[in-house]
DNA sequence: GTCCATGCAAATGATTTGCAGTATC
DNA sequence: GATACTGCAAATCATTTGCATGGAC
């Protein structure tokens, strides 16, 4: 996945922001890892391979700009570290959410794309009055390697 | 929502764990507000009113315990508290998950049972050879009160 | 009486913040 | 050249842990 830098700094400088190199290396950190959730420690030592002088705290608060502006999205495994992906909104295109299969016994995540939500999400604003804007998904489970599908060979 | 006590003392006992007053006074302190999303502070605040002498220390281990018990459930909604309400396993009866709603302009939290999601794990575990287990939904958006039903009345 | 559970205070660890120097516009 | 951004170190704050005392069984 590759970051357009022209479009970013475009964006950045509509909010009267100012273009750093820091900024763009932690944005392109996160879209070289499409399939990882990266904590901001292992953004920080991503970006270091390439740029040693950044410090910690820049990337956290690089990732807070960049998180709300869109361009990245946060989630949480619970494991005690906030972790960042690459954000869902493409140009002019609609949100396509990617949720999230975590393996409760090797830890492995597994995003998964899926629209069934979009069917509860309408279903919730007719009942509760709710309008929804947005979901997150997490299911838990085993995975394949973990015996995912020996469910009915159990008891071995 | 009350608490069985003599079924949790029960459990207790079997796992070779003591009965202690902290213990069943942290929760029934969750169980009596069953629409609230305690955080630790909130409930040791609750215990205190009872129980004065309690540390916050024993009230972060017994949730602790409460939750391998399963006897509650541990949520975040990424305010930096871990929350807990009762959990959903009754007896033997099957698991009733319910999910949130979480309003992004009052942070309301409104719950809802619902059970289109089996659904959806039944695709899963057919497709990615994932055996699901449990999942937890969160859905974001604005409530009744804060313009959840106005969507077409938008604008001004 | 044994050993687990508690309360307190101190430790931990991810994230945030203050500030002086640096880079962008 | 002004002002926003950075790096460093110190601060914050929810949660955890060590240890001596107390309570359950």
Redesign the pocket.
């Known amino acids: 996945m590759a970051v357009d830098r022209e479009q970013v700094?475009r964006l950045?400088?509509e909010k009267?922001?100012?273009?750093?190199?820091?900024?763009l290396l932690v944005l392109e950190a996160i879209a070289s890892c499409p399939d990882e959730h990266l904590?901001?420690?292992e953004i920080f030592e991503l970006v270091k391979l390439s740029?040693p002088?950044?410090?910690?705290?820049?990337v956290?608060?690089?990732i807070?700009l960049l998180n709300e502006l869109k361009l990245i999205d946060k989630i949480s495994f619970d494991d005690?570290?906030?972790r960042y992906e690459m954000g869902n909104t493409r140009d002019g295109e609609q949100k396509h959410h990617h949720h999230h299969l975590i393996c409760l016994k090797c830890g492995r995540v597994i995003s998964f794309r899926d629209d069934l939500l979009e069917e509860l999400e309408q279903k919730i604003a007719c009942t509760a009055g709710f309008h929804v804007v947005d979901h997150e998904v997490k299911l838990y489970g085993y995975c394949e390697e973990c015996g995912g599908d020996l469910i009915e060979e159990k008891r071995e």
Do not use: S
């Open positions: 700094k950045l400088k009267g922001l100012k273009v750093t190199n820091q900024r904590t901001a420690e740029y002088e950044i410090g910690l705290a820049t956290y608060r690089t807070q005690g570290f906030a």
